[in-house]
């Protein structure tokens, strides 16, 4: 099997990071297709936490190319942040050799910053709750054919036509939203030094993946977000704006369809949230706040605390259908250690009939009320158990449970926060 997808099968911050790392061992590339510095994963590097937004997490293996597709959306102050900060930690010996970034990529702009932070603020109610990194509005600007791309920070003329095309609408908006407006000169000089410090590594990542493939070799898509986030498929309007899907990864990096390989779902074995939109299995309760402590949920990109619930089988079953999941990791499966009944959702009750598929309409997911199926608890701790057999019988049959809820085999489980605290039953690669 060439290739291996981490795909998000809940609202994002499902522990994908520590799955990549675990894969990493066998790829020769690990690629990002989507998304910016709206994602975030802790990593520990000599002892010391940290928190990458856009450098794939195999940057650490030394062995290992890192690249950033022409999908993701790319702001070069955070880029070139993480880069000093890893190495400052000699944690990058060889930065031309381990990293690439696609010229095609579209960067995030100051003016996209401002924008997004500006927009969210004028919001009164409806706020979309985004991580105010300028994701939106640069993605936006690709869809409007206006978006200044990584190639083009390279030359201050180029740049320059570019910016004739948008600023002015810009900075009108920004002014109107009662932002300071950006100079044309000063943005030149600012983004074009940044784009020097780039050129090293600036490459196309697509022609560099396709071949890799082609030469059998082991590339791994690190996805961002989750399904539920998508664009198009996930609880529009509360998503953010690219497509979170296993599909996305061809389009990402500019590789056949068929290239995309084995996709693995990457869910919690409880549900959390961040940002505003509906989340039917939400709990406001002591139970909701023993998740977020125990799970130590509170968001590696915004620090803001994260709505916590219980596992969504439909909506886990609807991001199956949309990814086509070879096989899920259930994560923080230890979370739910210490408590009497675990309830998971089979369906919701929506103007008194129980649906049980996530209806497609926004508006009905918001009434619904989760219908539960309750099962038993289990107090013993699981952090040192590496079998499936050693975990409690309890532990065991909520996990058989989901696979015959989903149709798909749970072949991981976290069971703690440490590389090793991973129970695997079968090779993830395939
Ligand atoms: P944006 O991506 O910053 O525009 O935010 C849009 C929505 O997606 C907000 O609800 C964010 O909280 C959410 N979001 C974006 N990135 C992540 C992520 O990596 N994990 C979880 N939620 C995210």
């Known amino acids: 099997m060439g290739s291996v997808v981490i795909i998000g099968a809940q609202w994002g911050d499902e522990g994908k990071g520590k799955v990549v790392d675990l894969l990493a061992e066998r790829a020769e590339i690990v690629a990002r297709y989507q998304g910016g510095n709206n994602a975030g994963h802790t990593l520990v590097v000599g002892g010391e936490k940290t928190v990458l937004h856009l450098i794939p997490s195999g940057i650490l293996r ?16 955070v880029f070139l942040g993480e880069i000093d900060a890893l190495e400052a930690r000699d944690a990058l010996p060889d930065l031309r050799h381990q990293l690439g970034l696609c010229h095609r990529a579209a960067v995030i702009m100051p003016y996209h910053v401002a924008l997004d932070k500006a927009r969210e603020a004028r919001l009164k109610g409806g706020k979309i709750g985004t991580t105010g990194r300028g994701i939106g509005p640069a ?39 009662g932002v300071e407006p950006f100079d044309r000169a000063a943005l ?32 791994l898509f690190e996805g961002a977000q989750g399904v539920l986030l998508d664009v198009l498929h996930g609880t529009y309007p509360f998503v953010t704006s690219s497509n979170t899907i296993a599909g996305s990864v061809a389009t990402g990096l500019g590789l056949p369809a068929h290239a995309v390989g084995r996709v693995i779902g990457i869910a919690k074995a409880y549900a959390t949230r961040v940002g505003a939109g509906p989340f039917p299995t ?18 590696s990109t915004t620090g803001r605390p994260r709505r916590c619930g219980w596992l969504d089988l439909p909506a886990l079953r609807y991001a199956h259908a949309l990814n086509g999941f070879g ?4 994560t923080k499966l230890d979370v739910l250690t210490g408590l009497d009944s675990v309830e998971v959702c089979v369906g919701y009750r929506i103007d008194g009939q129980v649906l049980e598929v996530l209806p497609a309409d926004e508006a009905q997911l918001v009434g619904a009320e989760p ?18 057999e050693d975990l409690p019988e309890a532990a065991r049959a909520y996990v058989r449970y989901i696979e015959d809820a989903t149709g798909v085999p749970v072949e991981v489980i976290g069971v703690g926060p440490g590389r090793s605290e991973t129970l695997i039953r079968s090779d993830l690669w395939g």
């Not at 791309?149 to 920004?174: I, W």
């Not at 784009?195 to 071949?211: F, N, S």
């Not at 939400?282 to 509170?298: N, P």
Request: net charge negative; glycine share 12%.
């Open 62 to 77: 030394t062995s290992i190319r890192n690249v950033i597709g022409q999908g993701v959306v790319v702001d070069p102050r």
């Open 139 to 177: 993605y936006e600007d690709v869809a409007a054919r206006r978006a200044v791309r990584v190639g083009d920070l390279l030359d201050p003329e180029l740049l320059g036509q570019r910016l004739d095309r948008v600023l002015d609408e810009k900075n009108a908006l920004l002014e109107w939203l």
């Open 188 to 219: 030149i000089a600012e983004m074009t030094a940044l784009g020097e410090r780039l050129r090293p590594i600036i490459c196309d990542t697509g022609a560099e993946v396709r071949a890799a493939l082609e030469g059998g070799k082991h590339v």
């Open 282 to 299: 939400e709990l406001d309760d002591a139970v909701g706040q023993h998740l977020r402590d125990t799970g130590g949920e509170y968001g």
């Open 327 to 330: 096989a899920l990791v259930l």
């Open 371 to 388: 219908v539960y199926e309750t099962l038993t608890g289990w107090s013993e701790d699981i952090t040192g158990v590496r079998t499936f």
